[in-house]
């Protein structure tokens, strides 16, 4: 059961927008941790694809959006493409536990 | 070119030992915190240990305190981590990753090395 809880996958068609949430508790997101998404494309290493909430490290196409509100967190993907096609997990820092918390992941179907 | 380099993964029996390396490069490494994540077969990421840029602060997972133990070398641009009695439900691809702040999070990450815990 992990921290922050993400929907084990979803799923759109080339060109449609999909978003994927991640919801933490009072101790991490909500406390005011920031959180960060990465993308894990199959057979490798994570990326980092969103920091601090909502911003794009370079080389990151702005199809990729994330937002964050209360204790929730949110990745955005516009314009769907094959290459998307990846698992995607959020992460932040929870004071309670005092530990780094990530999400269990979700994995997005490109139909 | 920023890189991390993971190395030191294998096949150990249970209890058995192992020590994983990480090199970097392409940064200063010595005014980086670090960290290591691991990745069990079809699993999702799992935060494992947490080693400052100064070596003043060090966190551990509660799954592994006790029996793993990180380290680094900045003279040689080096992250480490010692597992000892090592489990079956060690096994995972651990990955290193450079951690840039609650702002940034972990922005450069290895390429992940292989531990298989089996008798």
């Known amino acids: 059961q992990s921290v922050l809880t993400q929907p084990p996958s979803v799923s759109g068609a080339p060109g449609q927008r999909v978003t994927i949430s991640c919801t933490g508790s009072?101790?991490?997101?909500?406390?005011?941790?920031?959180v960060h998404w990465y993308q894990q494309l199959p057979g490798t290493a994570p990326k980092l694809l969103i920091y601090g909430n909502s911003n794009r490290p370079s080389g990151v196409p702005d199809r990729f959006s994330g937002s964050k509100s209360g204790t929730s967190a949110s990745l955005a993907i516009t314009g769907l493409q094959a290459e998307d096609e990846a698992d995607y997990y959020c992460q932040s820092y929870d004071s309670s536990l005092s530990r780094w918390v990530f999400g269990g992941g979700t994995k997005l179907t490109v139909l | 070119e920023v890189q991390l380099v993971d190395s030191g993964g294998g096949l150990v029996q249970p209890g058995g030992s192992l020590r994983l390396s990480c090199a970097a490069s392409g940064f200063t490494f010595s005014s980086y915190s670090m960290n290591w994540v691991r990745q069990a077969p079809g699993k999702g990421l799992e935060w494992v240990s947490y080693i400052s840029s100064s070596f003043s602060t060090i966190y551990y997972a509660d799954s592994v305190k006790g029996r793993f133990t990180i380290s680094r070398d900045n003279a040689k641009n080096s992250l480490y981590l010692q597992m000892n009695s090592l489990r079956a439900e060690d096994t995972a691809v651990y990955y290193c990753?450079?951690?840039?702040?609650?702002?940034?999070?972990?922005?450069?990450w290895g390429q992940g090395t292989t531990v298989t815990v089996s008798s």
């Open positions: 009072s101790s991490n997101i909500g406390a005011g941790y920031d």
């Open positions: 990753a450079r951690y840039s702040g609650n702002y940034y999070g972990m922005d450069v």
